[in-house]
């Protein structure tokens, strides 16, 4: 690998401390940076520095284009080089916002389509050319669809002790007509604490028969060793749970059973029928939540009687975090984490409103979960799973003894 020496500028750095607006000193500093690794990278692909007299140069500098590249600290132009014969390959761009590439892609096939507004035609025109085709689409997706591909197939090479799953719902245009489609997701917490995106799927509904193969898929990719899995109360998720992680505790979201129970609830009591169930819910103990519970099934029993047998019925399985250690429950109890990436999907998922087709859906969907799996699997570690094996280890000797 070729050293590079950068070197900044005094201007630059003095705006680094003196600057309100840091956002712009640091996008300055990176635009410097990343234009002098560029420049480090023509000279080691071509053999000779700017002017510099070689016998073993392989080709000749042709100036640069300009490319804007958007990053969490702005937006930074860099000066791409050409060559005069052939083209300067950099690895610089290659994992960059493959979100942002598919979503660009979604929309130009959205104008190929003939169903995109007059706003995405001029947004795909400004960020991709005056003119494109579906032959420009179909190159572009060579690039990126393998990736995501096999993104969503890789093997799954760690112990997955929790689990989250959860679907939504998106658009999509099928055979001439808008069908609602849904995106089954899984992600799970490996044995060293980190998050990680197991997978996603497309499914015409949340049927047991869909949830049971997007579940067979995952084990067919390694998925093993399944303690718990978190989810809200859809039957056919439940079902298809109960037969594929035989033995795996099933942990019902709190958030989704409070609603439940709230929503049998008449309105002048939600407010202290809530606070009760906060109170079972944050219950040190198992013992102290069920008696908790059978207070609040004595006292509300003649004025909300549904919410009650509500309750009654779903207590054993929105508790079942409970037998985890306690500082793994406060993560586990509800399926929020995977609600907040939802909240992400939908993000992008706006700027489309209706797929053009699948492939674009699972195209967009698939980069943006890439990205997030990359920070995920990088970044710190959810849970420190050190008490968990320790008290896993130890309830095995207990039943081996």
Request: proline fraction near 2%; charge should be positive; aromatic fraction near 6%.
């Amino acid at each position: 690998m070729t050293q590079i020496n950068v070197t900044l500028e005094s201007e630059i750095l003095h705006g680094l401390f003196t600057s309100n607006g840091k956002d712009d000193a640091f996008a300055k500093l990176l635009e410097s940076i990343l234009n002098q690794v560029l420049n480090a990278q023509v000279s080691e692909q071509i053999g000779a520095d700017r002017y510099e007299r070689s016998d073993d140069r392989l080709g000749y500098r042709n100036g640069f284009r300009m490319r804007s590249m958007t990053t969490r600290v702005g937006t930074i132009e860099l000066q791409v080089p050409r060559l005069r014969d052939g083209n300067f390959s950099t690895t610089l761009f290659r994992q960059y916002q493959r979100s942002e590439q598919a979503l660009v892609l979604a929309m130009m096939e959205m104008v190929i389509n003939g169903v995109s507004t007059r706003k995405v035609s001029a947004i795909t025109e400004e960020l991709c050319g005056k003119q494109f085709s579906k032959s420009t689409i179909s190159e572009l997706c060579k690039n990126l669809d393998p990736v995501v591909d096999e993104f969503r197939n890789r093997k799954l090479d760690s112990k997955y002790p929790f689990i989250i799953v959860d679907a939504l719902y998106t658009k999509v245009r099928e055979n001439g007509r808008v069908r609602s489609k849904g995106l089954l997701l899984a992600i799970g917490v490996r044995d060293d604490g980190h998050r990680e995106i197991l997978g996603l799927c497309v499914a015409d509904s949340e049927s047991e028969t869909s949830w049971s193969e997007f579940f067979e898929s995952l084990k067919q990719r390694g998925l093993v060793d399944v303690d718990l899995i978190v989810s809200d109360n859809h039957g056919g998720l439940v079902n298809a749970i109960k037969k594929h992680f035989q033995g795996a505790t099933w942990q019902r979201c709190q958030t989704h059973f409070s609603r439940n129970v709230l929503d049998k609830t008449p309105k002048r009591l939600q407010p202290e029928i809530k606070q009760c169930l906060t109170e079972i819910y944050n219950a040190p103990k198992l013992e102290i939540a069920r008696s908790l519970r059978d207070e609040m099934l004595e006292t509300y029993a003649q004025t909300a009687p549904k919410a009650m047998e509500t309750l009654e019925l779903g207590f054993d399985d929105v508790m079942a975090v409970m037998n985890l250690p306690k500082k793994y429950r406060k993560r586990l109890l509800t399926s929020n984490s995977i609600e907040r990436l939802n909240q992400e999907i939908r993000r992008r998922e706006r700027v489309i409103r209706i797929f053009p087709n699948e492939d674009s859906l699972i195209r967009l969907i698939g980069a943006l979960l890439m990205e997030q799996d990359e920070k995920w699997t990088t970044g710190k570690k959810y849970l420190d799973m050190k008490e968990y094996h320790e008290s896993r280890a130890t309830q095995k000797s207990v039943v081996a003894a």
